[in-house]
């Protein structure tokens, strides 16, 4: 089993809408949790972290996180075509990060 | 200027090649990383280090070594290129302080190996 397993996608969103991202972990110790953003041959970008059980928002992004569960999600509300990009989930067990093979949305004008 | 510099960012080589990638970071931070990303694979941890003294195999070490020559430098080497190796290579710092330890990407080497 993956350390991090996510929707490969892709996911396609029309202009507006709200984009939903999903990633689960197998480590029950994590306790750091991390949204990147990558465009096509770039370097992935971190566009949120969250620690604690619940919601953290920052501007039209919010990431989810059920510890029980051992889920995290991102959520991009009004979504841009500009936010047309792979979305990788990395999670922090201690001393290292694992991270998935990434969700690639497009969001249509 | 970039916080987080890599060097070459694109580079050709024949199988058997010795090739050196380096590293340099102007953020600060102690810890040092280095992921190869292939296509449909994610991002895969190579080395890490966490200081100077610090030197840790991550998840597919085979056929690299590295040299973290002080706390703002950090080389990846490939002591004989194959061409499995080919993909796209990046150097990531983070900061030991505060606990969180979110990482931060240099602009990565696209390697060829032919």
């Known amino acids: 089993q993956k350390e991090v397993e996510q929707n490969s996608g892709p996911l396609s969103v029309p202009e507006g809408a709200i984009a939903s991202l999903n990633c689960t972990y197998s480590?029950?110790?994590?306790?750091?949790f991390f949204w990147y953003r990558q465009y096509s041959g770039k370097s992935p970008e971190l566009i949120m972290s969250?620690?604690?059980?619940g919601d953290k928002e920052d501007g039209r992004f919010t990431a989810q996180l059920n510890k029980a569960s051992q889920y995290v999600s991102l959520l991009i509300r009004d979504s841009q075509p500009s936010d047309s990009a792979t979305y990788l989930c990395?999670?922090?067990?201690?001393?290292?990060?694992?991270f998935g093979t990434g969700t690639s949305l497009t969001v249509i004008p | 200027d970039a916080d987080v510099t890599q060097t070459p960012r694109n580079r050709i080589t024949k199988t058997g090649k010795r090739i050196m990638l380096e590293c340099s970071q102007t953020?600060?931070?102690?810890?040092m990383y280095w992921y190869r990303q292939d296509p449909g694979l994610g991002l895969q941890l190579i080395y890490y280090?966490?200081?100077?003294?610090?030197?840790n195999k991550g998840e597919i070490s085979d056929g690299y070594s590295v040299s973290r020559q002080a706390q703002a430098k950090f080389s990846l080497s490939l002591e004989s290129a194959i061409p499995n190796q080919t993909a796209l290579y990046f150097c990531?710092?983070?900061?030991?302080?505060?606990?969180?330890?979110?990482?931060?990407f240099g602009p990565g080497t696209r390697l060829t190996v032919l």
């Open positions: 990531a710092t983070s900061e030991s302080s505060g606990g969180y330890n979110e990482q931060f």
């Open positions: 969250i620690y604690s059980n």
């Open positions: 480590d029950r110790v994590s306790q750091s």
């Open positions: 280090s966490f200081d100077v003294k610090d030197i």
């Open positions: 990395a999670v922090d067990p201690g001393n290292q990060f694992y």
């Open positions: 953020k600060g931070h102690d810890r």
